[in-house]
C-alpha cells in the first residue's frame, strides 16, 4: 500500500513544553489504523495537527504524496481530511439534517436555502447508515449517544477520503458500536482511509489493521494488528520496562496480613453509578496508600468523583469511620474530612488569574471565616500559605505571583497544598503528577508517603502504570467500570497489572 498521509519530524510545544518529540507517522491508503497511547501521550495534539486545528512547530506534512508548507484546516479540508472531535463540534440548537449539512447546504434558485432538499440529504446519508435519526430533530432533544452518532454521520457525509475519529464510541452502546464498525467496514471497501483512536482494546483489535503506538509525544512502534496481541499493545504503551525498579521499593514496611484487620477510614459498598456500571466494593484502611489504576475510560475518574459528590450514583452505601453518610456535594464530603485533588488542575483545580495565597486558601472560603469576628484574617491566610509553600517547597516570587504564571509541577503542588489546609482525614489524590517533571513527582511522592505515616488515609489513583508500584501500599485494578483485581504490595508487578488492565487470563 501507498501513503496516503506521512508526517515527518513533527514537533509541537505548548507554553514552552514540548509535547510532540520530532514524530514520524504514516497512513497508508484504504487502511483502518488504531491509535494509542495513554492519556497525554500525544494522540489528539498530533490529529489535530493533521487536521490544521494546531500549527506544527516544526515537521514535514505530504499529503497524496504532495509536499504541504502551508497548512491549516481549509487546506486539510481541500486534500480530503476530516475529523470526529472527542468534543463533539455541534450546534445544539439547531436541527440534525442542519447539523449534517452545515458544510454543505444548497440553495435553490432564487439563492434561498433550500430546507427541503437540505433534510432529503441529510435523510438519505442517515438511511444509508441504518441510523434511526430523524433529520428534523433538533439536536439538544437527542441523548448524547445520538449526537455521537450525528457527528460520525456528517464527517461521512461530507466524502473526504480520510477521516479521523477521536474516541467515537464513548458515549454508545454495545449494539451501537457494533453497528459502526459495520459502517467503518464499509467505507474501507469505498475507499476510505481510517483513523481509529480509542482506548478500548477491544475495539481497537476488532476493527484495525495496523496499530501505531504513542508515548511522552513518540512514536514507540506499529504493528500489523494480525500480529500483535493486548498484552503488547498495553506494554508499549505504558513502558514495562521501567518496572525493574521494583526490587528498590524501600516504601513497603507495611505489614499486610496486620493490615487487613486495621479499621477502615472510608468504606464503600455495591456502589453502582448507572445501571449499565458495576457495583463496586472496597474499604481505605488506616496506615495504607490505597491505589486504584487502569487504562483511560476504565471508570477511576468517574468512582472518585461520586465519592466526592461532584456526580451522583444510583445506588450503594459509602460508610466514613464506620458511619453511613450520604455525600451529596463537596462542602458535605469536605465537613467528613475528606478533601480531593482533581485530575485537571488548570480546569478543576485553579483559579489562574489569581494568586498563589488566594488558591491555596481558596478552599477556607467556604467556612465563611478564618479569623476573630466571622472576618477572613489576610495575615492567617498569609501565614499558612507561606506554611505550605515551605513543605511543598513550592518555588514562587511571592504569594502575590498569579498562578498562571507558574511550571506545571508548582501548579500542582499549590493544588495539593489547597487540599490539604483543609486539614482532610482522607485524601483522594486522582492524576497527581501528569503532565509535571520528574522532580516534582518524586517530591510529590514522598510528601504522599509522609502523609501517610502521619496518619493521612491516601487514595492514589492513575493512569501510570509506571508509578503505581512506586507508592501503593494496595492496588485496585478498574477496567470496563469494574474492579477486576486486588493486588497487595508484592503483588504490584508489571506482568500482573498489565495482565489484569488489558484483560489476559
Known sequence: MDNIVTMQGIHKSFSGVEVLHGVDFQLQRGEILGLVGENGAGKSTLMNI???????????????????????????????????????????????????????????SFRMLDWKKLHQRAQAT?????????????????????RQLVAIIRAISENQQVIIMDEPTSSLSREEVIHLHDVIRQLKERGKTIIYISHLMDEIFGITDRITILRDGNIIDTKRTAETNEREIVSLMVGEQLYEV?????HREIEEDKNEKRPAALSVRD????????????????????????LIGAGKTELIR??????????????????????????????HHMMLVPEDRKLQGLVLPGSVQENITLTQLYRKKTGKLGFRSLSKERKDSERYVKRLSIKISSLEQRVRNLSG???????????????????????????????AKAMIYQLIRELRNEGMFILFVS???????????????????????????????????????????
Open 50 to 108: 493533521l487536521m490544521g486545528s494546531h500549527p506544527r512547530d516544526a515537521g514535514e506534512i505530504i499529503i497524496n504524496g504532495k509536499t504541504l508548507k502551508e497548512y491549516n484546516v481549509t487546506i486539510a479540508l481541500q486534500s480530503g481530511i476530516t475529523m470526529i472531535p472527542q468534543e463533539l463540534a455541534l450546534v445544539p440548537a439547531i436541527t440534525v439534517g442542519e447539523n449534517i449539512m452545515l458544510s454543505q447546504r444548497s440553495a435553490n
Open 409 to 439: 509541577g508548582n501548579q500542582q503542588k499549590v493544588v495539593i497544598s489547597k487540599a490539604l489546609i483543609t486539614n482532610p482525614r482522607i485524601l483522594i489524590l486522582d492524576e497527581p503528577t501528569r503532565g509535571i517533571d520528574v522532580g
Open 463 to 505: 493512569s501510570d502504570i509506571n508509578e503505581v508500584p512506586l507508592v501503593c501500599d494496595r492496588l485496585l485494578v478498574m477496567r470496563d467500570s469494574n474492579i477486576v483485581a486486588e493486588l497487595k504490595a508484592r503483588e504490584i508487578t508489571a506482568d500482573n497489572i498489565i495482565n489484569h488492565v488489558a484483560g489476559v487470563k
Open 306 to 335: 461520586c465519592l466526592f459528590g461532584l456526580d451522583k450514583y444510583l445506588s450503594g452505601e459509602i460508610r466514613i469511620f464506620d458511619k453511613p453518610v450520604k455525600i451529596n456535594n463537596p462542602i458535605t464530603a469536605i465537613k
Open 126 to 146: 442517515i438511511d444509508e447508515m441504518h441510523f434511526d435519526i430523524d433529520s428534523h430533530a433538533r439536536l439538544d432533544s437527542l441523548p448524547i449517544a445520538y
Open 246 to 250: 521494583q526490587g528498590q521499593l524501600l
Open 271 to 294: 456502589l453502582r453509578r448507572t445501571k449499565n456500571t458495576g457495583a463496586l466494593s472496597f474499604d481505605l484502611r488506616e496506615g495504607e496508600i490505597l491505589g486504584i489504576t487502569g
